[in-house]
Every structure is written in C-alpha cells, then in structure tokens.
C-alpha cells in the first residue's frame, strides 16, 4: 500500500512537471507577445520575478526548436548579445539601476561570471528542486547543442545575481567577453 501511494504520488509529480513544460512551450509566443518575456536577442529574455527583479533566461524549448544549427558557440553569441541588449535598455532606462538580476548557471565558470559583476553562489534548495523540475527538458537541449546525449552535472549549477547597476559598472568586462563569443561567422543580431 505504501509503495502503490509513493508510486502515485511519483506519477503525479511527473505528470505536473510534464504538464508545466508544455505549456510553457506553447505560451512562449503569448507571453513574448504580451511582453512578460522581454528578449535582447533572439533566445536571452528576461522575464518578471516579482516587484524589482527580472529572470535571466537563454531560451524556452520554443527558442531552440526555432533556430537552425544550434551550438555552443551561437549559445554564447545569443548571450552576448542578449546581455549588450540588456546594458542598452538600462542605459536608455527601459530598465531600472536598481532593479535585481538573477538567473542559474551552468556551463560558465563562476571566475567569469563574477567578472561581469554577478554574485556566484550555491542554489539554495528549493532552487535545485526548480532545477531538477527542468532537467530532463535542460538535458535535451544540451543534447542537441552538443550534438550528442549529454547530462548536466547538477554541482555545476550556480544562481547568479546583480543589479542593473553592477552589469553597467562592469561593461567594460562585458563588452570584451562579448567580442570573444561574437565572432564574425557567429554574430546573432537581435
């Protein structure tokens, strides 16, 4: 009796984590439509999360199934871009000094993202469980980034944060690692 229950309750997990994926693929284009999705390129957005923060995310399942040739490298030229797009809008005011950054990590070391002006530190345990809730979807993407079956090693993962002001006291570093991952042959336009 206690197996068929912990059997059950395993299979409803599933069923809603599977049930959040999908829809999260099919309302990408409403919520870039309506603006809950703000993108600086075409797969780094940001989205609200709560009073004065944004979510830094690179791409939905939507984003990838919608690109041609995704690897590493274009990932990289997406976030280059995405995050020079992002410096613009809070130059220009579209986003606020003061408004709180954070999003999880784990293909950049912690070196160079704190270089940019992020705070690296350890997910938190309701955040691994986020992340766990995505990995499978994660681990797919991986995988056709890569072009071969590949699994994220969760003790890579790391939550990122900063404020609008951190990024722009800290572009010079930015621009320079942009124009390292934005190669000619590479270069995304937003």
Known sequence: MILATIGLSLLWVFVAVLAFRVGRYITTPLFKRLGL???????????????GRLELH???????FGQKNVSQQILLSHLGVGIKGLLDAIR???VP???KLRGTMYFLSSHTIERFGFVVRKPLPLEYVAFLSNYIEICLLQSIVRRRLSFIDIRKVRMINATAQDLVE???SLNSAIKRVTTPRNVVTS
């Not at 957005?45 to 709560?50: H, L």
């Open 58 to 64: 690179l791409g939905t399942t939507w984003d990838f």
């Open 97 to 99: 000094m003061d408004t």
């Open 170 to 172: 800290n572009e010079n």
């Open 92 to 94: 220009a005011g579209e």
């Open 37 to 51: 999705y703000r993108y600086y390129s075409p797969m780094f957005f940001t989205q609200p999360f709560g009073s």
